[in-house]
């Protein structure tokens, strides 16, 4: 785990958030031009720019340009597709804050934010939303078991189980 977050941590050194975006409102900072600025500067394609842009803008409910530790959570919630009343771990709320939070002002502006949105893109919380799923494969990690096996016993179980309470 501990190699796993030193990994990690290389991993979101690798970007440099650099000077802080002053409006991400402005209904030109979304020109072709622009985001392909920040595909450059980010090695990335303009899709995952336009897509962090779209996730940032929607959670900066205050529309100051830049997110609070509440608006951070909203964001993290939207980008791993969990519900509002879906509970999840304040430590990992706290862990991807802290990584994201590069320059420590307590908030996270555009480009701190679309940094923590490359880092995490292939992160298993955002590739396999469904907290079953996440499950069955931390089950297979756990006992060595490949995962259509585990996901087969599932499938029985769930065939059988009658009133649905897993």
């Known amino acids: 785990t501990e190699q796993r977050a030193s990994q990690q941590d290389q991993l979101f050194s690798r970007f440099k958030p650099g000077v802080a975006v002053t409006d991400v409102h402005e209904p030109n900072f979304d020109s072709v031009e622009n985001l392909i600025r ?23 409910e205050n529309g100051n340009g830049a997110l609070s530790l509440e608006e951070f959570k909203d964001a993290v919630r939207y980008k791993f597709g969990w519900s509002k009343d879906q509970e999840f771990p304040e430590d990992f709320v706290m862990k991807h804050w802290k990584t994201a939070d590069s320059n420590n002002s307590f ?14 893109e292939w992160n ?43």
């Open 38 to 60: 920040w595909a450059k500067r980010f090695s990335t394609t303009i899709a995952i720019v336009k897509k962090a842009l779209a996730e940032f803008r929607k959670a900066d």
């Open 107 to 120: 908030q996270i502006d555009f480009s701190e934010y679309l940094n923590w949105a490359i880092c995490t």
């Open 124 to 166: 298993e919380h955002a590739m396999v939303p469904d907290q079953k799923d996440r499950q069955l494969r931390q089950l297979s990690r756990d006992y060595g078991l490949p995962l259509p096996d585990v996901e087969h016993v599932r499938q029985i179980f769930d065939k059988y189980d009658i009133d649905k309470s897993d």
